[in-house]
């Protein structure tokens, strides 16, 4: 059973930066993808940024490309998200997922989350 744990969440102003991290268990981590999504309060869940573990090919929303930064580190089975340039709009708890596919068009499991805020 894969297990999932996030951290680095937490209060931001407007322009700062945080880097999420999730660490990765259960399972050898060889093929597909990871990825990070966000949900904000009366919203869908929606995709962020993903990466393919074995590629290395990244994939972003339009609104964070440029600002956002995925990676990991398949020897520590880590995933990060640096956030930069952060806005209002990016509050929300974010959480990583295992994908079948390195652009996360869906995903097989979920960590718990992060909560990320951003505001003056």
């Known amino acids: 059973q894969v297990q999932l744990v996030e951290s680095g969440g937490g209060g931001v102003r407007p322009g700062g930066s945080l880097k999420l991290s999730c660490v990765a268990s259960?399972?050898?981590?060889?093929?597909?993808?990871m990825g990070w999504f966000r949900q904000s309060a009366g919203k869908d869940r929606e995709f962020v940024a993903s990466i393919g573990w074995a590629s290395g090919n990244t994939f972003y929303r339009d609104s964070v490309r440029g600002r956002f930064t995925v990676s990991r580190d398949n020897a520590k089975n880590t995933l990060y998200l640096q956030m930069n340039s952060l806005k209002p709009e990016d509050t929300a708890t974010y959480y990583c997922a295992v994908c079948p596919r390195s652009d996360c068009q869906w995903a097989e499991s979920w960590g718990q989350g992060t909560r990320v805020s951003v505001s003056s």
């Open positions: 259960g399972r050898a981590f060889s093929t597909g993808g």
